[in-house]
């Protein structure tokens, strides 16, 4: 056995020498890390914030929101800046951003993907594919326009230039759909098509922007691009109190990949690669050869009883014999508040008329139905005690809400 890893260690040491003897390669690793110099981080979009809003506070966020340390949802002339890859926020993480908007406050989100649920919420639509072509083509040769990126900007809105490219990755996208009824579209990319558009909430401003590479060190310090950037942050007020570059998002969306640690970098080089799976191959041989598994007879053990419901009625039984008709009713709508939150992501802090049309939406059940169900509760809270009937008819309203929805 000890020859066996002796063997083993020296094949792995063996390909760790030949993966450091590979000439250096343009690395291509698109990370958009503010703290990534390579050429598609955004290290020098991050610096040129100071320089572009020079009376702000330029900082990171790496918590959602609602659990911000440096931004204040009672404040104004705040902007949050959020590049990242995609952009996959949660119904209630859109909600807060809405309202910080509509305080004064301005949100820049570049993404190459916006997930369906924020897409809905934007009335939006992004392209389904985008394009990733060589980099070692564009690098080492003379520019090709079949391996770039283009982007412009609306004549309307910016002074000339207007077009701004670079040879490297098209890691961008666009919007096949909008509303134009509140948006307003700022640029395009090289096929004509809205990458930038601005969504005007009552104060304050939202910009989609579809080109997130066009944030990267590659993109911005070839030749004039600069200024591309520069346009992109006049639109923002330049008397900004402060400007947070968001990584929330950007580490969110790469969480997965993180796990993997250090397979993923094993699996990441050839060298390491191959030495991985032939290593994994001769440990598979060896234990099929050589190692004498023995298994004890597994017993067999009764299916676990679920007595939640046995109990449940047990429960009712006992309130119901004793007469006791409101407090059973009160616990039936407390069941009936908690379905409500759990399975509609309901606030029920408020039985009202704006509770009673947004469970009628998510529900799929009619207003007038949902509207019966919420005078019972308000009957029943405000009664000292009910009849057996109106107990009766309540739970025979609340088993057919659960039934059909």
Not at 25 to 44: M, R
Not at 146 to 152: E, H, I, L, P, Q
């Amino acid at each position: 056995m000890q020859k066996f890893l002796s063997y083993i260690l020296c094949m792995l040491l063996a390909c760790s020498f030949c993966a450091c003897k590979k000439h250096h390669s343009f690395n291509d690793t698109i990370t958009l890390d503010k703290n990534d110099k390579i050429p598609y981080g955004t290290y020098a979009a991050y610096k040129l914030m100071q320089k572009e809003f020079p009376h702000a506070i330029v900082t990171t966020n790496k918590y959602p929101p609602g659990n911000w340390k440096m931004l204040s949802s009672d404040s104004d002339k705040q902007v949050l800046f959020i590049v990242t890859k995609t952009f996959d926020p949660s119904e209630d993480e859109l909600n807060y951003l809405t309202g910080f908007v509509q305080k004064g406050n301005y949100v820049f989100i570049s993404a190459l993907q916006i997930t369906r649920n924020a897409a809905k919420f934007f009335k939006i639509k992004t392209g389904r594919h985008y394009n990733y072509y060589g980099l070692e083509v564009a690098v080492h040769h003379a520019f090709n326009p079949f391996d770039s990126t283009a982007v412009n900007l609306n004549a309307g809105s910016f002074k000339t230039p207007l077009s701004y490219q670079y040879p490297g990755a098209d890691f961008t996208n666009s919007f096949s759909k909008a509303d134009s009824s509140f948006t307003f579209f700022l640029g395009n990319s090289s096929s004509a098509e809205p990458n930038l558009i601005a969504v005007n909430s009552i104060k304050g401003t939202f910009f989609l922007h579809t080109a997130p590479v066009t944030f990267t060190n590659f993109f911005l310090l070839y030749e004039s691009n600069r200024q591309y950037f520069e346009k992109l942050m006049s639109l923002l007020p330049a008397d900004a109190k402060k400007v947070v570059w968001d990584e929330y998002y950007l580490n969110h969306y790469d969480n997965s990949e993180q796990q993997q640690g250090l397979l993923s970098v094993i699996l990441k080089y050839d060298n390491f690669k191959w030495a991985f799976w032939i290593t994994l191959l001769l440990l598979g041989l060896y234990i099929t050869t050589e190692v004498k598994r023995k298994q004890r007879i597994i017993p067999q053990y009764a299916k676990p009883k679920n007595d939640s419901l046995e109990f449940v009625t047990t429960v009712g039984k006992l309130y119901y014999e004793k007469g006791d008709h409101k407090n059973l009713a009160e616990k039936l709508t407390q069941y009936f508040l908690d379905h409500v939150r759990n399975h509609f992501k309901i606030s029920t802090a408020e039985i009202n008329t704006a509770f009673e049309r947004q469970l009628a939406a998510k529900s799929g059940k009619g207003i007038d139905e949902i509207k019966t169900i919420t005078d019972y509760i308000h009957t029943i809270n405000l009664s000292n005690t009910i009849t057996q009937k109106q107990l009766m008819d309540y739970y025979e309203l609340l088993e057919n809400f659960y039934k059909t929805t």
